[in-house]
């Protein structure tokens, strides 16, 4: 069975600090991983897909992210927070033979002026 | 194109009470889901369709939820009777498949309805 596994449900940043969310996952077969944010009150918005190809993802707003298979990790990374990036982010892992999102647990960001 | 559009925002109903919440998927897409999020259990898939047939409800969690998809454009989640834990906000999504690795087949989310069951 799939599973993601976020790191740290709370990570607290300064503005301009580097950004760093985990991501590990679980599957027996080359998965999809997805980023999604959900800013409070609202939906969740499709940050950046990994799919095939590059291992170095880039999203909206200036995330990245970057497949490793040998560390079965798909973290998400911004050079430099910004307050607006205050939000829940959560990471899902798919498989192939499925259409389901298996959902990590989230991490909330916090940026610090 | 407007997203998925799910309704209502908000709900308060006392216990006991019939819950319907309604969704409009994207159109064109052939894959709708219904998540749950709690802040106990995250986020948790429901059920899904896909071209209008129910594929997975083993998320479902009893008998007292059911969920349809009468045609590709409205699907709606039922709570009968409702009680307090049933308390979260429901989220549908949809997506769409074209057969091809590089697209992933996204899902979108509408901006999901919270429910309060008192």
């Known amino acids: 069975a799939q599973s993601v596994t976020q790191l740290g449900s709370h990570v607290s940043v300064s503005e301009g600090a580097l950004v760093l969310l985990r991501c590990n996952y679980s599957?027996?077969?080359?998965?999809?991983l997805f980023w999604y944010v959900q800013y409070p009150n609202q939906g969740l918005q499709l940050l950046l897909k990994y799919t095939t190809g590059a291992t170095l993802v880039k999203g909206i707003n200036g995330f990245e992210a970057e497949f490793k298979k040998s560390e079965t990790s798909f973290h998400l990374t911004k050079p430099s927070a910004h307050m607006s990036d205050a939000a829940e982010y959560f990471c899902?892992?798919?498989?192939?033979?499925?259409?389901?999102?298996?959902f990590g647990s989230g991490t909330r960001l916090l940026v610090r002026p | 194109d407007a997203g998925v559009i799910q309704s209502p925002r908000h709900e308060v109903t006392e216990m006991g009470q019939e819950v319907t919440l309604r969704c409009k998927p994207i159109s064109g897409h052939d894959y709708l889901f219904w998540y749950r999020q709690t802040m106990m259990r995250g986020l948790e898939l429901l059920i899904y369709f896909n071209n209008n047939v129910p594929i997975d409800d083993s998320g479902m969690p009893e008998d007292r939820f059911s969920a349809k998809m009468p045609n590709a454009s409205f699907s709606t989640l039922k709570i009968q009777p409702s009680e307090p834990r049933d308390s979260a906000v429901y989220f549908c999504a949809s997506s769409f498949v074209d057969g091809r690795p590089s697209s992933g087949n996204t899902i979108y989310f509408g901006e999901g309805s919270w429910l309060t069951v008192v």
């Open positions: 599957s027996s077969v080359p998965p999809y």
């Open positions: 899902a892992v798919r498989k192939d033979s499925s259409y389901k999102l298996i």
